[in-house]
């Protein structure tokens, strides 16, 4: 461990101990201020439940193109690959294309004899609860009803609603799903947003006619991290007063870039289960982005679900509806792992020249890549050092000599971005 006694403004080397004489420990070469004081660390008492929304509410994005069904199955099953527990398979109130392919992602699973559980949204109507039972009926398997209605005086205010007509609504369509074989998912849109009172009323009634899960929604991503506390804190008093074993949903939006965190603290304030999309598509800014919060979740140590496939996710869900990764998005964007910076670049080579892969994926890296399926890669260009080419040239396969390596060299400061493989490779062609 590193001398705790040291001031870490202090100058000087921290000392090192070795767990077997000659490599040093994790825990001596990286100092983790995350690490929560022992007194009062904190892990989820079962394991964290994620719902993935990415072929429903993802699709809401205003830029996204509509994936082939053939592509949503795949996508259904790579879903299955990262140990998510269920998805939101589409509404089939919207007609009967859709429930024709809700019917097709349900036979998918059913067939494929997978984990993951499907449900579907709808309205907070009979009408729109109707085919889902049609479908579990067709294939012979459950599938949650996310009966979805809004909670918050500014929605009931444009809307002409009053809490009544809510409540009404709310008895009525749970009651039918309960009665039908559907088990009801109660959501409230806008919880963020909503008054207590109405919170209070809307989830009490949906309980006491037999919802059995119900759903917390940053609607507009409105919320921060304190606010998700206390709503959820008193979202599970009214839970408990009701006497019945209910299971707590979070579900977020990143208008205000805070749905990561959002969803992280509303699992350490009781949320059994958070929502989020592939490469956070959605309405307006997006969904919580599921594949941040698969990384946070296990860098945390709060899930150990096999991520090897996380780029695949992500990349097919790219592919299919035309939602473009940034270049610098955590762990799959283009430049995640990517370096031509000479001071970066020397520290991750020094550390491949040690034989050392867990030390080259997190000296100047706070996710390790190989976690993830990906590796550390050294390019060169502009802000290079020597080290850099030296290094392209002995993985490519060529004689770092002192004419090629400063004829590349030379290149690279003279370019105004990185060079890319195939202008390497015509320099030394041309040499």
């Not at 909670?151 to 205010?157: A, E, F, G, K």
């Not at 899930?303 to 496939?309: E, G, R, V, Y």
Request: hydrophobic share 40%; proline share 7%.
């Amino acid at each position: 461990m590193p001398d705790s006694t040291r001031n870490p403004e202090e100058p000087g080397e921290p000392r090192f101990s070795s767990g077997n004489g000659d490599v040093p420990t994790t825990e001596a070469l990286i100092y983790d201020w995350n690490r929560p004081d022992p007194a009062r660390a904190w892990f989820p008492p079962k394991p964290v439940k994620l719902n993935d929304e990415t072929l429903r509410d993802g699709l809401q994005s205003p830029s996204v193109v509509s994936p082939t069904l053939e592509k949503k199955a795949e996508v259904l099953h790579l879903m299955e690959s990262l140990g998510i527990d269920s998805a939101d398979i589409g509404l089939p109130g919207a007609g009967p294309h859709v429930e024709r392919q809700v019917l097709h992602l349900a036979r998918e699973i059913v067939d494929n004899r997978m984990k993951i559980r499907p449900n579907c949204a709808a309205r907070t109507v009979i009408s729109d609860i109707e085919p889902i039972a049609r479908v579990a009926d067709q294939v012979g398997m459950p599938i949650e009803v996310a009966m979805f209605i809004g909670s918050s005086p500014i929605r009931q205010y444009a809307e002409d609603w009053d809490l009544d007509l809510l409540l009404r609504h709310t008895e009525k369509a749970v009651t039918w799903a309960v009665a039908h074989g559907v088990p009801p998912m109660y959501v409230t849109e806008d919880t963020t947003r909503a008054r207590p009172e109405s919170v209070r009323r809307l989830y009490t009634v949906a309980i006491e006619a037999g919802a059995r899960r119900v759903v917390v929604c940053d609607t507009v991503g409105h919320a921060t991290p304190d606010g998700v506390t206390r709503l959820l804190q008193f979202v599970r008093e009214v839970i408990a007063d009701t006497g019945e074993d209910v299971q707590l949903d979070w579900h977020g939006h990143r208008d205000r870039g805070l749905s990561v965190p959002n969803s992280l603290t509303a699992i350490e304030a009781g949320a059994d289960c958070v929502h989020g999309t592939a490469i956070g598509i959605g309405e307006r800014c997006g969904n919580t982005p599921m594949d941040q919060l698969l990384v946070n979740l296990r860098l945390l140590g709060w899930i150990d679900n096999d991520l090897t496939h996380l780029a695949d996710y992500c990349r097919t869900v790219s592919e299919a509806t035309g939602a473009r990764i940034p270049v610098g998005y955590p762990v799959v964007g283009k430049d995640a792992f990517r370096t031509g910076t000479g001071v970066h670049a020397a520290a991750i080579i020094k550390a491949m020249a040690k034989g050392d892969d867990w030390l080259a994926d997190r000296v100047y890296s706070g996710v390790p890549a190989g976690d993830y399926g990906l590796h550390q890669k050294v390019e060169v260009g502009p802000m290079s050092g020597l080290s850099n080419v030296i290094y392209w040239l002995e993985q490519h396969g060529h004689e770092p000599t002192d004419e090629l390596k400063h004829r590349i060299f030379r290149a690279a400061k003279e370019a105004r971005r990185l060079l890319t493989d195939d202008e390497i490779e015509a320099l030394i062609a041309s040499a």
